[in-house]
């Protein structure tokens, strides 16, 4: 049986976090938006780890038979979005999301940060 979008979130990230992705962060859009319930925001610092990251998070939910609906930025790899419908992954480069700042914009949604390789999750 497929995760409910909360679960999907927290494995996304725990797949993210197995390749060392960085500043991840769970931002809960339920009531503020209809595009998607959560969004999982992480960054890696190179092109390769920005797709070993990626390549984690596609492998590691179709095992929670989940697969993934759309796919944008894989070859540029500057910044992938993974679309799972209710869950949206993005994997920046750290310049590409100073540049685009989901976080701020989405200001309002209550926060996740996933700190460490313990998976401890803190909320704001």
Known sequence: ???NPEELARAISSFALSK???QIRILDLRGLTDITDFFVICSG???LHIKAIADAIM???KGLQTKVWH???YKALSWVLLDYINVVAHIFRPETREKYA???LWGDAPTQEVENEDK???SR
């Open 1 to 3: 049986m497929a995760p």
């Open 20 to 22: 060392k992705a960085q």
């Open 45 to 47: 610092d190179s092109d």
């Open 59 to 61: 492998e590691g939910t």
């Open 71 to 73: 796919i944008e930025g």
């Open 102 to 104: 989901l976080g701020k």
């Open 120 to 122: 401890s999750i803190s």
